[in-house]
Protein backbone atom coordinates (compact mmCIF):
# COMPACT_ATOMS: atom_id res chain seq x y z
CA UNK A 1 0.00 0.00 0.00
CA UNK A 2 1.33 3.56 -0.29
CA UNK A 3 2.07 5.64 2.38
CA UNK A 4 -0.69 8.26 1.84
CA UNK A 5 -3.39 8.55 4.19
CA UNK A 6 -7.14 8.49 3.16
CA UNK A 7 -9.58 10.37 5.09
CA UNK A 8 -12.02 7.77 5.63
CA UNK A 9 -15.63 7.91 6.51
CA UNK A 10 -18.42 4.76 7.63
CA UNK A 11 -22.18 5.48 7.30
CA UNK A 12 -23.90 2.35 9.01
CA UNK A 13 -26.41 1.54 11.40
CA UNK A 14 -24.71 -1.33 12.65
CA UNK A 15 -22.14 -0.72 15.83
CA UNK A 16 -20.67 -4.05 15.04
CA UNK A 17 -20.04 -2.95 10.94
CA UNK A 18 -18.59 0.35 12.03
CA UNK A 19 -16.06 -0.84 14.91
CA UNK A 20 -15.19 -4.06 11.84
CA UNK A 21 -14.71 -1.47 9.19
CA UNK A 22 -12.82 0.98 11.76
CA UNK A 23 -10.24 -1.33 13.27
CA UNK A 24 -10.09 -2.72 9.42
CA UNK A 25 -9.18 1.22 8.11
CA UNK A 26 -6.58 1.39 10.56
CA UNK A 27 -4.79 -1.76 10.66
CA UNK A 28 -3.60 -0.75 6.70
CA UNK A 29 -1.94 2.37 7.91
CA UNK A 30 -2.74 3.95 4.89
CA UNK A 31 -6.60 5.58 6.31
CA UNK A 32 -7.67 6.92 8.96
CA UNK A 33 -11.65 7.14 9.90
CA UNK A 34 -12.18 10.81 9.86
CA UNK A 35 -16.39 11.03 10.56
CA UNK A 36 -18.89 7.80 11.25
CA UNK A 37 -22.47 7.85 11.06
CA UNK A 38 -25.09 5.43 12.71
CA UNK A 39 -28.24 6.58 10.42
CA UNK A 40 -28.85 7.04 6.53
CA UNK A 41 -29.16 10.71 5.04
CA UNK A 42 -31.92 11.49 3.57
CA UNK A 43 -31.65 15.16 2.28
CA UNK A 44 -28.67 17.06 1.34
CA UNK A 45 -29.16 18.96 4.45
CA UNK A 46 -28.79 16.43 6.65
CA UNK A 47 -26.25 16.55 9.53
CA UNK A 48 -24.80 13.54 8.23
CA UNK A 49 -23.51 15.09 5.25
CA UNK A 50 -22.36 18.09 6.77
CA UNK A 51 -20.26 16.04 9.41
CA UNK A 52 -18.61 14.13 6.23
CA UNK A 53 -18.12 17.49 4.57
CA UNK A 54 -16.44 18.59 7.69
CA UNK A 55 -13.94 16.00 8.13
CA UNK A 56 -13.10 16.46 3.94
CA UNK A 57 -13.05 12.25 3.84
CA UNK A 58 -12.14 11.30 0.22
CA UNK A 59 -13.58 7.70 0.88
CA UNK A 60 -17.17 6.65 2.60
CA UNK A 61 -18.16 3.34 3.51
CA UNK A 62 -21.78 2.95 3.17
CA UNK A 63 -23.13 -0.42 4.86
CA UNK A 64 -26.49 -1.58 2.59
CA UNK A 65 -28.23 -3.10 5.76
CA UNK A 66 -31.31 -1.17 4.24
CA UNK A 67 -30.73 -1.53 0.49
CA UNK A 68 -33.59 1.05 -0.26
CA UNK A 69 -32.60 4.16 2.50
CA UNK A 70 -28.89 3.88 1.48
CA UNK A 71 -29.07 4.04 -2.22
CA UNK A 72 -30.97 7.48 -1.71
CA UNK A 73 -27.93 8.04 0.34
CA UNK A 74 -25.40 7.44 -2.18
CA UNK A 75 -27.29 9.12 -4.59
CA UNK A 76 -27.12 12.43 -2.26
CA UNK A 77 -23.77 11.76 -1.06
CA UNK A 78 -22.54 11.52 -5.09
CA UNK A 79 -24.02 14.98 -5.46
CA UNK A 80 -23.14 16.79 -2.46
CA UNK A 81 -19.28 15.61 -1.78
CA UNK A 82 -18.90 14.56 -5.56
CA UNK A 83 -14.95 13.93 -5.42
CA UNK A 84 -15.67 11.13 -2.55
CA UNK A 85 -15.34 8.01 -3.22
CA UNK A 86 -17.83 5.77 -2.43
CA UNK A 87 -17.61 1.58 -1.38
CA UNK A 88 -20.63 0.06 -0.18
CA UNK A 89 -20.92 -3.21 1.59
CA UNK A 90 -23.75 -5.90 1.44
CA UNK A 91 -24.59 -9.05 2.43
CA UNK A 92 -26.28 -9.66 -1.00
CA UNK A 93 -24.46 -10.23 -4.29
CA UNK A 94 -27.53 -9.32 -6.63
CA UNK A 95 -25.79 -8.11 -9.92
CA UNK A 96 -29.70 -5.79 -10.39
CA UNK A 97 -28.63 -4.58 -6.80
CA UNK A 98 -24.80 -3.68 -7.74
CA UNK A 99 -25.64 -2.01 -10.87
CA UNK A 100 -28.42 0.17 -8.96
CA UNK A 101 -25.44 1.06 -6.30
CA UNK A 102 -23.14 1.89 -9.73
CA UNK A 103 -26.21 4.70 -11.10
CA UNK A 104 -26.39 6.10 -7.39
CA UNK A 105 -22.63 6.92 -7.66
CA UNK A 106 -20.78 4.12 -5.71
CA UNK A 107 -17.53 2.74 -6.94
CA UNK A 108 -17.15 -0.16 -5.29
CA UNK A 109 -19.10 -3.26 -3.86
CA UNK A 110 -17.70 -4.99 -1.14
CA UNK A 111 -19.68 -8.03 -0.33
CA UNK A 112 -19.31 -9.27 3.54
CA UNK A 113 -17.69 -10.34 5.58
CA UNK A 114 -15.63 -8.35 4.54
CA UNK A 115 -11.45 -9.15 4.56
CA UNK A 116 -8.54 -7.40 5.07
CA UNK A 117 -7.26 -8.14 1.95
CA UNK A 118 -10.50 -7.29 -0.36
CA UNK A 119 -10.04 -3.75 1.91
CA UNK A 120 -6.72 -3.40 0.98
CA UNK A 121 -7.32 -3.98 -2.76
CA UNK A 122 -10.05 -1.64 -2.64
CA UNK A 123 -7.94 1.15 -1.23
CA UNK A 124 -5.84 0.60 -3.64
CA UNK A 125 -7.68 1.03 -6.20
CA UNK A 126 -8.33 4.20 -4.75
CA UNK A 127 -5.37 5.67 -4.68
CA UNK A 128 -4.24 4.31 -8.24
CA UNK A 129 -7.60 6.25 -9.58
CA UNK A 130 -7.31 9.90 -7.22
CA UNK A 131 -4.81 12.12 -7.48
CA UNK A 132 -2.60 11.01 -5.32
CA UNK A 133 -1.69 8.53 -8.75
CA UNK A 134 -0.17 11.60 -10.28
CA UNK A 135 -1.21 10.52 -13.72
CA UNK A 136 -4.74 11.91 -13.72
CA UNK A 137 -5.74 13.73 -17.19
CA UNK A 138 -4.30 10.96 -19.12
CA UNK A 139 -7.01 10.28 -21.74
CA UNK A 140 -6.94 7.34 -24.86
CA UNK A 141 -7.21 6.92 -28.28
CA UNK A 142 -10.43 7.98 -29.72
CA UNK A 143 -11.16 7.22 -33.24
CA UNK A 144 -15.27 8.09 -34.99
CA UNK A 145 -15.47 6.22 -37.82
CA UNK A 146 -18.39 7.40 -40.15
CA UNK A 147 -19.29 7.72 -44.04
CA UNK A 148 -21.08 9.45 -46.67
CA UNK A 149 -23.44 6.95 -48.18
CA UNK A 150 -25.30 3.86 -46.18
CA UNK A 151 -24.22 0.48 -46.97
CA UNK A 152 -20.30 1.41 -47.00
CA UNK A 153 -19.88 -1.02 -44.49
CA UNK A 154 -18.65 1.60 -42.09
CA UNK A 155 -20.17 -0.33 -39.09
CA UNK A 156 -18.35 -3.96 -40.12
CA UNK A 157 -15.14 -1.33 -40.38
CA UNK A 158 -15.53 0.09 -36.49
CA UNK A 159 -16.13 -3.43 -35.12
CA UNK A 160 -13.70 -5.19 -36.62
CA UNK A 161 -11.09 -2.16 -35.77
CA UNK A 162 -12.64 -2.85 -31.95
CA UNK A 163 -11.47 -6.59 -32.02
CA UNK A 164 -8.33 -5.88 -33.68
CA UNK A 165 -7.25 -3.29 -30.99
CA UNK A 166 -8.86 -5.91 -28.55
CA UNK A 167 -6.27 -8.48 -28.90
CA UNK A 168 -3.21 -6.48 -27.44
CA UNK A 169 -2.72 -7.58 -23.60
CA UNK A 170 -2.80 -3.94 -22.32
CA UNK A 171 -5.37 -2.43 -24.30
CA UNK A 172 -8.69 -1.49 -22.84
CA UNK A 173 -11.14 -1.39 -25.84
CA UNK A 174 -14.49 0.69 -26.02
CA UNK A 175 -17.05 0.45 -28.51
CA UNK A 176 -19.95 2.97 -29.01
CA UNK A 177 -23.00 2.86 -30.96
CA UNK A 178 -23.86 6.87 -31.77
CA UNK A 179 -25.86 5.80 -34.92
CA UNK A 180 -29.12 6.94 -36.14
CA UNK A 181 -31.92 6.40 -36.22
CA UNK A 182 -31.60 3.23 -34.20
CA UNK A 183 -28.10 1.27 -33.99
CA UNK A 184 -26.94 -1.61 -35.22
CA UNK A 185 -23.62 -2.93 -33.46
CA UNK A 186 -25.47 -4.73 -31.14
CA UNK A 187 -27.57 -6.78 -34.05
CA UNK A 188 -24.00 -7.13 -35.62
CA UNK A 189 -22.25 -8.86 -32.80
CA UNK A 190 -25.72 -10.65 -31.03
CA UNK A 191 -25.99 -8.64 -28.06
CA UNK A 192 -29.13 -8.45 -26.14
CA UNK A 193 -28.15 -5.35 -23.97
CA UNK A 194 -29.40 -4.27 -20.98
CA UNK A 195 -28.48 -0.84 -21.41
CA UNK A 196 -27.94 1.29 -24.35
CA UNK A 197 -25.68 5.06 -25.12
CA UNK A 198 -29.32 6.50 -24.20
CA UNK A 199 -28.39 5.26 -20.07
CA UNK A 200 -24.77 6.57 -20.80
CA UNK A 201 -26.08 9.95 -21.95
CA UNK A 202 -29.00 10.86 -19.65
CA UNK A 203 -26.28 9.94 -16.44
CA UNK A 204 -23.67 12.15 -17.92
CA UNK A 205 -23.91 14.56 -15.19
CA UNK A 206 -22.49 12.10 -12.55
CA UNK A 207 -21.15 9.26 -14.76
CA UNK A 208 -17.84 7.70 -13.88
CA UNK A 209 -15.81 4.43 -14.58
CA UNK A 210 -17.32 2.48 -12.77
CA UNK A 211 -20.63 4.04 -13.65
CA UNK A 212 -19.56 3.99 -17.18
CA UNK A 213 -18.54 0.12 -17.43
CA UNK A 214 -21.92 -1.04 -15.84
CA UNK A 215 -23.86 0.27 -18.80
CA UNK A 216 -20.93 -1.51 -21.28
CA UNK A 217 -22.02 -5.39 -22.69
CA UNK A 218 -18.78 -7.03 -22.90
CA UNK A 219 -18.30 -9.08 -26.67
CA UNK A 220 -15.30 -10.89 -27.82
CA UNK A 221 -12.85 -8.67 -25.56
CA UNK A 222 -14.60 -5.54 -26.49
CA UNK A 223 -16.61 -3.43 -24.22
CA UNK A 224 -19.57 -2.16 -26.24
CA UNK A 225 -22.16 0.82 -25.57
CA UNK A 226 -24.90 -0.42 -28.04
CA UNK A 227 -27.05 2.34 -29.76
CA UNK A 228 -30.79 3.37 -29.05
CA UNK A 229 -33.12 1.26 -30.04
CA UNK A 230 -35.89 3.27 -30.72
CA UNK A 231 -36.57 4.71 -33.59
CA UNK A 232 -36.22 8.42 -33.92
CA UNK A 233 -35.15 9.68 -36.92
CA UNK A 234 -33.22 12.99 -36.74
CA UNK A 235 -32.53 13.13 -32.79
CA UNK A 236 -29.34 13.64 -31.97
CA UNK A 237 -27.51 13.86 -27.96
CA UNK A 238 -27.36 16.61 -25.75
CA UNK A 239 -24.14 17.84 -26.64
CA UNK A 240 -22.89 18.50 -22.62
CA UNK A 241 -24.22 15.09 -22.03
CA UNK A 242 -22.69 13.48 -25.47
CA UNK A 243 -18.98 15.54 -23.97
CA UNK A 244 -18.82 13.76 -20.85
CA UNK A 245 -19.71 10.36 -22.24
CA UNK A 246 -16.65 10.59 -24.66
CA UNK A 247 -14.28 12.20 -21.91
CA UNK A 248 -15.02 9.86 -19.37
CA UNK A 249 -14.68 6.97 -21.69
CA UNK A 250 -10.96 8.58 -23.07
CA UNK A 251 -10.05 8.33 -19.31
CA UNK A 252 -11.19 4.80 -18.82
CA UNK A 253 -10.31 2.97 -21.92
CA UNK A 254 -6.98 2.97 -23.95
CA UNK A 255 -8.89 3.18 -27.38
CA UNK A 256 -12.41 4.20 -28.53
CA UNK A 257 -14.38 3.74 -31.48
CA UNK A 258 -17.09 5.63 -32.38
CA UNK A 259 -19.80 4.79 -35.24
CA UNK A 260 -20.93 7.91 -36.19
CA UNK A 261 -24.01 8.85 -38.45
CA UNK A 262 -22.85 11.61 -41.12
CA UNK A 263 -26.02 13.27 -40.33
CA UNK A 264 -25.24 15.21 -37.08
CA UNK A 265 -24.85 19.14 -37.25
CA UNK A 266 -21.84 21.09 -37.19
CA UNK A 267 -21.73 22.08 -33.36
CA UNK A 268 -21.84 18.40 -32.71
CA UNK A 269 -19.58 17.15 -35.37
CA UNK A 270 -17.08 19.53 -34.59
CA UNK A 271 -16.93 18.41 -30.49
CA UNK A 272 -16.60 14.92 -31.42
CA UNK A 273 -13.68 15.80 -33.92
CA UNK A 274 -11.70 17.77 -31.69
CA UNK A 275 -11.62 15.13 -28.99
CA UNK A 276 -11.10 12.51 -31.60
CA UNK A 277 -7.59 11.31 -32.34
CA UNK A 278 -8.60 10.75 -36.14
CA UNK A 279 -11.56 10.49 -38.50
CA UNK A 280 -11.95 7.45 -40.26
CA UNK A 281 -14.10 7.90 -43.49
CA UNK A 282 -15.21 4.87 -45.22
CA UNK A 283 -16.55 4.72 -48.94
CA UNK A 284 -16.18 2.02 -51.69
CA UNK A 285 -14.95 2.45 -55.24
CA UNK A 286 -18.30 3.87 -56.83
CA UNK A 287 -19.75 7.25 -57.71
CA UNK A 288 -22.25 7.53 -55.80
CA UNK A 289 -20.10 7.42 -52.55
CA UNK A 290 -18.11 9.72 -54.32
CA UNK A 291 -20.24 12.23 -55.32
CA UNK A 292 -21.69 12.03 -51.49
CA UNK A 293 -18.25 11.74 -49.55
CA UNK A 294 -16.56 14.98 -51.12
CA UNK A 295 -19.41 17.03 -49.78
CA UNK A 296 -19.32 14.97 -46.44
CA UNK A 297 -15.23 15.86 -46.30
CA UNK A 298 -16.26 19.37 -46.96
CA UNK A 299 -18.05 19.43 -43.91
CA UNK A 300 -15.44 18.00 -41.42
CA UNK A 301 -13.38 20.33 -43.78
CA UNK A 302 -15.62 22.99 -41.59
CA UNK A 303 -15.20 21.10 -38.41
CA UNK A 304 -11.87 21.01 -38.07
CA UNK A 305 -11.20 17.27 -38.96
CA UNK A 306 -8.63 17.59 -42.31
CA UNK A 307 -5.87 16.97 -40.05
CA UNK A 308 -7.27 13.91 -38.63
CA UNK A 309 -8.69 12.66 -41.59
CA UNK A 310 -8.61 8.84 -42.73
CA UNK A 311 -10.35 7.65 -45.75
CA UNK A 312 -10.57 4.05 -45.96
CA UNK A 313 -11.89 2.66 -49.47
CA UNK A 314 -13.69 -0.28 -48.45
CA UNK A 315 -14.50 -3.45 -51.07
CA UNK A 316 -11.64 -2.91 -53.36
CA UNK A 317 -10.27 -4.97 -56.11
CA UNK A 318 -8.19 -5.47 -58.99
CA UNK A 319 -11.02 -4.69 -61.72
CA UNK A 320 -12.55 -1.53 -60.13
CA UNK A 321 -13.51 0.63 -62.61
CA UNK A 322 -12.53 3.70 -60.64
CA UNK A 323 -8.64 4.00 -59.63
CA UNK A 324 -6.85 5.11 -56.46
CA UNK A 325 -5.58 8.36 -58.39
CA UNK A 326 -9.15 9.04 -59.90
CA UNK A 327 -10.76 9.04 -56.37
CA UNK A 328 -7.60 11.33 -54.45
CA UNK A 329 -8.23 13.57 -57.10
CA UNK A 330 -12.41 13.97 -56.98
CA UNK A 331 -11.55 14.25 -53.64
CA UNK A 332 -9.09 16.44 -53.23
CA UNK A 333 -7.40 13.95 -49.93
CA UNK A 334 -5.04 10.77 -50.34
CA UNK A 335 -6.56 7.25 -49.45
CA UNK A 336 -5.49 6.28 -46.37
CA UNK A 337 -6.03 2.44 -46.58
CA UNK A 338 -7.84 -0.20 -48.88
CA UNK A 339 -9.64 -2.82 -47.59
CA UNK A 340 -10.21 -6.17 -50.21
CA UNK A 341 -13.40 -7.07 -51.10
CA UNK A 342 -14.72 -10.38 -49.43
CA UNK A 343 -18.21 -10.63 -49.34
CA UNK A 344 -18.90 -13.95 -48.08
CA UNK A 345 -16.67 -14.23 -45.15
CA UNK A 346 -18.16 -10.27 -44.28
CA UNK A 347 -21.91 -11.91 -44.44
CA UNK A 348 -20.75 -15.24 -42.26
CA UNK A 349 -18.73 -12.62 -39.78
CA UNK A 350 -22.33 -10.87 -39.48
CA UNK A 351 -24.58 -14.02 -39.33
CA UNK A 352 -22.26 -15.25 -36.91
CA UNK A 353 -22.45 -12.42 -34.14
CA UNK A 354 -18.28 -11.91 -34.88
CA UNK A 355 -16.11 -9.84 -35.80
CA UNK A 356 -14.29 -11.02 -39.20
CA UNK A 357 -11.11 -10.06 -37.85
CA UNK A 358 -11.78 -12.52 -34.92
CA UNK A 359 -13.18 -15.42 -37.32
CA UNK A 360 -10.80 -16.22 -39.62
CA UNK A 361 -7.51 -15.53 -41.73
CA UNK A 362 -8.48 -14.07 -44.95
CA UNK A 363 -6.84 -11.77 -47.00
CA UNK A 364 -9.91 -9.02 -45.50
CA UNK A 365 -8.97 -10.06 -41.34
CA UNK A 366 -5.52 -9.45 -42.02
CA UNK A 367 -6.13 -5.98 -43.49
CA UNK A 368 -8.07 -5.05 -40.80
CA UNK A 369 -5.27 -5.90 -38.27
CA UNK A 370 -2.59 -4.08 -40.46
CA UNK A 371 -4.92 -1.22 -40.72
CA UNK A 372 -5.36 -1.22 -37.13
CA UNK A 373 -1.75 -1.32 -36.19
CA UNK A 374 -1.41 1.57 -38.23
CA UNK A 375 -3.94 4.37 -36.90
CA UNK A 376 -2.95 2.50 -33.06
CA UNK A 377 0.85 3.62 -34.63
CA UNK A 378 2.02 -0.10 -33.11
CA UNK A 379 4.42 -2.39 -35.51
CA UNK A 380 2.86 -5.20 -37.11
CA UNK A 381 4.39 -8.86 -37.01
CA UNK A 382 7.16 -8.85 -39.63
CA UNK A 383 5.75 -12.26 -40.59
CA UNK A 384 2.26 -11.20 -40.95
CA UNK A 385 3.68 -8.08 -42.74
CA UNK A 386 5.05 -9.57 -45.42
CA UNK A 387 2.58 -12.26 -45.93
CA UNK A 388 -0.17 -9.56 -46.13
CA UNK A 389 2.33 -7.61 -48.99
CA UNK A 390 2.77 -10.13 -51.10
CA UNK A 391 -0.60 -11.43 -51.21
CA UNK A 392 -1.42 -7.53 -52.33
CA UNK A 393 1.00 -7.11 -54.49
CA UNK A 394 -0.57 -10.02 -56.37
CA UNK A 395 -4.12 -8.96 -56.23
CA UNK A 396 -2.74 -5.74 -57.27
CA UNK A 397 -5.10 -4.13 -54.74
CA UNK A 398 -2.72 -1.96 -52.09
Known sequence: MAA???????????HETRDLLRNQVTATKSAIVSAEADQYCTVSTDPVVRRFLDAAVELIFVDLQDPHKAIRSLQILHSSIPSSW????????????IIDTMRAGAREFLVKPITAAQLSKALERYLADSP?????????????????KGGAGATSVAINLASCLSETAENRVALIDLTSPVGDIAAYLNIKPQFTVSDALSSASRLDPVLLESYMSRAHGISVLPGVKEFHPGHMPDLYELANVLEVTAQTYTHTILDLPASWDEDHTRMVVEMSTGVIVVLTPELPALWRTHRLLQFLDRSGGTEKLRLILNRCGASDEISNSDIEKVLSHAVYWRLPNNYNSAIEAINSGKPLAALNHSALA???????????GTAAPEKRRRLFERLFDKAGVN
Do not use: F, K
Not at 86 to 97: E, K, R, T
Not at 366 to 376: D, I, Q
Open 366 to 376: RSYHELACRLA
Open 86 to 97: LIVCSNVNDPQL
Open 4 to 14: ATINVGIMAPS
Open 132 to 148: HAGNAGQTGQLYVVTRA
